[in-house]
């Protein structure tokens, strides 16, 4: 009896350790031939109800990016230079071709960015302030996609621990929803999102361009 215990709990083990696949490294290859420097932000392409959500997230990616070493265009610039040309829409920027960017505004890159959820739902008894975004490099010079990844940042992953009873988790939810609404928390998760979509960690991210520095403390 003990030894077939003994077997059932090896056999499980063995079930469950042969479920976990180790995670395939990102491949990079395309990415390190391209050598990019520069990067053209094109306006973010938004699927949200938040009409504001492509604003925001475009004003936020420029950190991570520049403090990734590369160059990037300034986004009010390049969004100004498409609106000029009747292109109000992200939809419309990204659609023109790579060859004509490169033909305007001369960057070895753009990211084309698209998202999907922005901004805060009410559940039945919480509120929840979510931030996804797609994102693809492309090289302008060659017209190939180079990289792609996505994220998504909420204000809530922690989970909701109220313990006042059902009336005070829905009322602490509307309220908290009011306060996220009158505070913008969206545009602070999307940092969070631009940062998970955009730096180097175990789910891709970008490598760092020529202009990286490491800060060594003395």
């Not at 491949?27 to 699927?47: C, E, G, H, M």
């Not at 659609?95 to 009410?122: M, N, P, Q």
């Amino acid at each position: 009896m003990k030894k077939w215990i003994a077997l059932s709990g090896a056999l499980m083990v063995l079930l469950l350790t042969g479920c976990a696949q180790p995670k395939k490294p990102y491949d990079y290859t395309a990415f390190r031939a391209s050598k990019p420097a520069s990067i053209l932000v094109l306006p973010a392409a938004n699927t949200s109800p938040d009409i504001n959500a492509a604003h925001s997230l475009n004003s936020l990616v420029t950190r991570p990016l520049a403090e990734a070493g590369y160059y990037v265009f300034p986004v009010a610039v390049v969004e100004e230079t498409f609106q000029q040309n009747g292109l109000t829409s992200g939809s419309d920027a990204q659609a023109v071709s790579a060859k004509r960017l490169d033909e305007i505004f001369h960057a070895d890159s753009a990211l084309y960015i698209s998202i999907s959820d922005y901004g805060s739902s009410y559940r039945v008894i919480d509120s929840v302030t979510t931030v996804t975004a797609k994102a693809r490099l492309v090289d302008l010079r060659s017209g190939k996609e180079i990289w792609q990844g996505s994220a998504t940042a909420t204000d809530n992953d922690q989970g909701n621990n109220n313990n006042n009873g059902v009336i005070g988790i829905l009322v602490s939810a509307a309220i908290k929803q009011i306060s996220d609404n009158v505070t913008d928390k969206a545009h602070t998760v999307a940092g969070l999102t631009s940062n998970r979509l955009l730096a180097q960690n175990e789910q891709g991210g970008l490598l760092t361009g020529p202009r990286y520095k490491v800060v060594s403390a003395r």
